[in-house]
């Protein structure tokens, strides 16, 4: 079973490339956020709760996203492999999934890093929001905390990869095909 984590900055391109990854090798995408606006839409409890931090571009507590990813991932285990997008976002979240892997067998196979600067981040999510309808896309002060959130409490996660050597850095600018052919090529390495 193939693990693969797609990281980095919202509007880095997450999202774009991990459909194609989905694709091409068969995974499991699991895309946290997504889930969280699916409890939304819902009108769930979980969802309302989501919603309170998600609206101020914030991090759902640890303990609640680790629970709902662990359900997935046990739905999942007999898949060909899962693709984990925007999880896991703390180091807590990282040391969780290791403890995790460890209780079910398995193991993460590759981190890939995807960067890009601040401002082309800011242009690409202001521009997502014409289409995506997401609140969270359309306001400059809650792209910036989301921006800010991240380099704070989410980039010490590559250097906790970095140290087991599974982070790949991979440049999030120029051609979504040539984006795609370098994951691919990372992917390729641990399949
Ligand atoms: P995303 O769709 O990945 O940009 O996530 C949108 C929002 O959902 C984030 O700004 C967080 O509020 C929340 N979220 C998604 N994944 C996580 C996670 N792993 N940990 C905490 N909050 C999350």
Do not use: W
């Not at 997504?34 to 571009?57: C, H, N, P, Q, V």
């Amino acid at each position: 079973m193939l693990n693969i984590a797609i990281f980095g900055a919202p509007g880095v391109g997450k999202g774009t490339q991990s459909a194609f990854i989905e694709k091409k090798y068969n995974l499991i995408h699991i895309s946290t956020g997504d889930i969280l606006r699916e409890e939304i839409s819902k009108g769930t409890e979980l969802g309302m709760l989501a919603k309170s931090f998600m609206d101020k571009g914030q991090l759902i507590p640890d303990d609640v996203i680790i629970n709902i990813l662990e359900k997935i991932v046990d739905k999942n285990l007999k898949s060909e492999g899962i693709l984990y997008d925007g999880f896991p976002r703390t180091v807590k979240q990282a040391e969780a999934l290791d403890v995790m892997f460890e209780k079910k067998g398995i193991k993460l196979d590759s981190f890939l890093c995807l960067t890009a600067d601040h401002d082309t981040l800011v242009a690409r999510l202001l521009n997502r929001a014409k289409d995506s309808g997401r609140s969270d896309d359309a306001d400059v002060n809650v792209i910036e905390n989301r921006i800010k959130v991240y380099n704070e409490s989410t980039l010490p996660v590559a250097d906790y990869y970095k140290k087991q050597n599974k982070c790949v850095e991979i440049n999030g600018i120029g051609k979504i095909e040539d984006i795609f052919a370098k994951i691919c090529t990372e992917i390729d390495k641990v399949k």
